[in-house]
Each structure stands twice: as C-alpha cells, then as structure tokens.
C-alpha cells in the first residue's frame, strides 16, 4: 500500500471518495466501488489498482502489477508494448490529478514525510539514551518522557507522521 500526500482542499472539491472513483473511471477499466467508498478497476498491466482517500487527508493506493511470465507474455502479445506505455501513462496522469501533485512534487512531498519520520526515530532514540545515561531524572520527568515516547509510536504504526511539535517536546525534556 502506497499513500500519497494530497494538496489542501483537493479531496473536499472532488467530492472526497465518490470524486476519486469518478476520476478513477477515466484511467481504468471494471471500476467497482464499495461501501467505503474504495474503488478497484485495472487496465493493462495494472492488474488490480484499489484505492481511496484515508482519514489523516492521503491517497492511499494498492496496486498489483503484472510480473515475471506473466509480463512477457503481455509485453510480446499484439500491441502489449503500446499498451504498457499507455498503462504508465494512465497510472501517472491519475496520480497527478487525485493527488494535485505532479511527480516530483509526489517525489519532494514523500522525501519530507521520510525526513520528518526520521527525525521523529531520532528523537525516540536520544530520550532513552539520555534516561538510561542520565542518573539525576526525577521520576515525573521518565514518565512523561515515556507517555511521549508511546504517543509517537502508536501514531507512527498507525501510519501517520508525528508533528514537529510532538518531536519538539520529547527533545526539549532533555
């Protein structure tokens, strides 16, 4: 599962979820929808694309992609080159439009959501090495450091980004 950031205010002018199946029947093919409003559909090598905008404001994307024979079969079929070029073609103008991003700004926007998560590890890591070095912290300072650290990580395997605040306060108890 991928999950792309989306530009401000995009995803409440297409409608949210029922937009984005809207927009997916332009580029794919057997668009089906359910009841959460994720769409599956396909087209060419793109086997099965599933996709749906999530609650923290992403585009969150699945997508099986043909492989091995498979793929050699369809690349040397009639028209198979042709087809996986316009599959490409298809996957990137849908991205470009449900996310309001063009490639590189998907590619600066995934490089700071990685930047901040790191950032985020780091500071995870500094508060333990400073608890387990520093011998004077009283006992509310711990706890607190703790409750920090266990905010960030339940939001990070949620598969969210902390905020800088968040990482802020956990570095400045130290």
Do not use: C
Not at 11 to 18: E, Q, R, T, V
Not at 84 to 101: C, N, P, Q, V
Not at 135 to 161: K, P, R
Request: hydrophobic letters at 40%; proline letters at 1%; a negative charge.
């Amino acid at each position: 599962m991928e999950r792309f950031a989306v530009k401000r205010g995009l995803i409440k002018s297409m409608g949210g979820n029922a937009g984005l199946a809207k927009l997916a029947t332009q580029y794919f093919e057997h668009i089906n929808v359910d009841a959460d409003g994720v769409f599956t559909g396909g087209f060419g090598l793109l086997v099965k694309v599933e996709g749906s905008y999530d609650d923290s404001g992403k585009l969150a994307v699945d997508v099986e992609q043909l492989k091995g024979a498979d793929l050699a079969a369809f690349l040397d079929s009639e028209d198979g080159r042709e087809q996986a070029m316009e599959s490409r073609k298809r996957w990137s103008a849908f991205l470009d439009e449900a996310t309001g991003y063009n490639a590189k700004q998907r590619g600066d926007k995934a490089k700071e959501d990685a930047k901040k998560l790191s950032k985020a590890k780091s500071a995870i890591k500094m508060a333990h090495k400073s608890m387990e070095m520093m011998q004077n912290l009283d006992q509310g300072t711990v706890d607190s450091a703790l409750e920090m650290i266990a905010n960030l990580e339940a939001i990070m395997e949620a598969g969210d980004l902390p905020t800088e605040t968040q990482v802020k306060k956990l570095n400045d108890l130290f």
